[in-house]
């Protein structure tokens, strides 16, 4: 029996259900700019945006990066003016990557638990100067910029040693967390990071730091560029598939995504980012959580190496940062962040 007052409504989608040309005609919504604009589903602002930025040694210093035209690391004296740039843009957050000076590089990485490493010093020079309510700093959790064989973790026996690389990390994000770090992001993707990271920041009284966990990121090959510019790429022995996801894969992203929500991330990336806009839409659907998206530096040099034509380059641009939007990404983070926001103006 059929309770009164309930109505079932099932959507079908056919061509019989919602008629056919020549009543039917999509293109009269296109026809002009303004009724685009009045049916576009999705769009991009820069709210949207996390511009990544590498730091290096030094004074007075901006270096150029061979594999990322455009593409700088900033000295810590030089990055009031980068944090300035991204105020005046709106710019909600920016993400720190250190180069680390081979000399200060060991096989353990205990580098990123220096209170006075890059990383710190530039957390200290910024919130110096500006309120966490001004913009976001969001810090990388992972020990490849600071191990001499470029990994992500400690090695025992030849291998990426899962327990032993938690205990440094848990300590490198309170240190940037007693620093001022508004976003710890853990990139590592060793196993049960996010929880023993959760549990030491609020046993420390950072309960509202947040956590991004890099909860969906694959052994790619499109960090060649990234590799260059935190000086990881000459050091690193070996592959990272014994710990980054197989890209062949799509349901594990769900189980190691789902691991990381339980353990405590406020919110969880997919890296990269353009090849694997289906993670995207198969986590957001799935989680409804903010899901960010890297599109990360292969992805960046593409676009700059392979469009010579300016127009044409801006307009790709904002073309593959819109695919991120409808694919379900909250925020995304690119190199093309400053840009973008030029462009958007």
């Given at each position: 029996?059929?309770?009164?007052?309930?109505?079932?409504?099932?959507?079908?989608?056919?061509?019989?259900?919602?008629?056919?040309?020549?009543?039917?005609?999509?293109?009269?919504?296109?026809?002009?700019?303004?009724?685009?604009?009045?049916?576009?589903?999705?769009?991009?602002?820069?709210?949207?945006?996390?511009?990544?930025?590498?730091?290096?040694?030094?004074?007075?210093?901006?270096?150029?990066?061979?594999?990322?035209?455009?593409?700088?690391?900033?000295?810590?004296?030089?990055?009031?003016?980068?944090?300035?740039?991204?105020?005046?843009?709106?710019?909600?957050?920016?993400?720190?990557?250190?180069?680390?000076?081979?000399?200060?590089?060991?096989?353990?990485?205990?580098?990123?638990?220096?209170?006075?490493?890059?990383?710190?010093?530039?957390?200290?020079?910024?919130?110096?100067?500006?309120?966490?309510?001004?913009?976001?700093?969001m810090c990388d959790v992972a020990l490849d910029p600071y191990t001499s064989?470029?990994?992500?973790?400690?090695?025992?026996?030849?291998?990426?040693?899962?327990?032993?690389?938690?205990?440094?990390?848990?300590?490198?994000?309170?240190?940037?967390?007693?620093?001022?770090?508004?976003?710890?992001?853990?990139?590592?993707?060793?196993?049960?990071?996010?929880?023993?990271?959760?549990?030491?920041?609020?046993?420390?009284?950072?309960?509202?730091?947040?956590?991004?966990?890099?909860?969906?990121?694959?052994?790619?090959?499109?960090?060649?560029?990234?590799?260059?510019?935190?000086?990881?790429?000459?050091?690193?022995?070996?592959?990272k598939k014994s710990y980054q996801m197989d890209f062949n894969n799509s349901?594990?992203?769900?189980?190691?995504?789902?691991?990381?929500?339980?353990?405590?991330?406020?919110?969880?990336?997919?890296?990269?980012?353009?090849?694997?806009?289906?993670?995207?839409?198969?986590?957001?659907?799935?989680?409804?959580?903010?899901?960010?998206?890297?599109?990360?530096?292969?992805?960046?040099?593409?676009?700059?190496?392979?469009?010579?034509?300016?127009?044409?380059?801006?307009?790709?641009?904002?073309?593959?940062?819109?695919?991120?939007?409808?694919?379900?990404?909250?925020?995304?983070?690119?190199?093309?962040?400053?840009?973008?926001?030029?462009?958007?103006?």
């Amino acid at each position: 029996m059929k309770r009164k007052g309930k109505i079932k409504y099932k959507s079908d989608l056919t061509m019989k259900n919602i008629g056919s040309y020549p009543e039917v005609r999509l293109r009269r919504n296109r026809k002009s700019e303004w009724s685009r604009r009045l049916v576009q589903e999705n769009s991009l602002s820069t709210n949207d945006l996390i511009w990544p930025i590498f730091i290096c040694d030094g004074k007075n210093k901006t270096e150029s990066i061979k594999t990322m035209p455009n593409v700088y690391r900033y000295s810590i004296d030089s990055l009031d003016r980068i944090v300035e740039k991204a105020l005046k843009n709106k710019i909600p957050m920016i993400a720190l990557f250190p180069n680390t000076p081979e000399i200060k590089k060991n096989a353990k990485g205990t580098e990123a638990l220096n209170k006075n490493n890059l990383i710190c010093k530039a957390l200290k020079q910024i919130k110096k100067n500006y309120k966490r309510k001004d913009i976001g700093i969001m810090c990388d959790v992972a020990l490849d910029p600071y191990t001499s064989h470029g990994h992500d973790g400690i090695i025992i026996d030849n291998y990426v040693n899962n327990d032993q690389t938690l205990k440094v990390l848990v300590k490198q994000a309170l240190l940037q967390a007693k620093m001022g770090c508004d976003v710890i992001a853990p990139s590592d993707m060793m196993d049960g990071r996010i929880g023993l990271i959760r549990k030491a920041l609020d046993k420390n009284g950072f309960k509202n730091v947040q956590i991004l966990s890099y909860a969906v990121k694959y052994a790619s090959n499109f960090y060649g560029p990234f590799r260059d510019a935190v000086g990881s790429k000459k050091s690193l022995k070996g592959d990272k598939k014994s710990y980054q996801m197989d890209f062949n894969n799509s349901e594990e992203a769900l189980r190691e995504t789902l691991l990381d929500i339980k353990e405590g991330a406020d919110f969880v990336m997919v890296k990269p980012g353009m090849p694997y806009l289906d993670i995207i839409k198969l986590v957001k659907t799935n989680f409804k959580i903010p899901v960010f998206a890297y599109q990360v530096s292969g992805e960046y040099s593409l676009i700059m190496n392979g469009i010579k034509n300016k127009i044409l380059k801006e307009a790709s641009i904002i073309e593959s940062l819109v695919a991120f939007k409808r694919a379900g990404a909250s925020a995304i983070v690119t190199y093309f962040a400053d840009r973008v926001a030029k462009i958007l103006k």
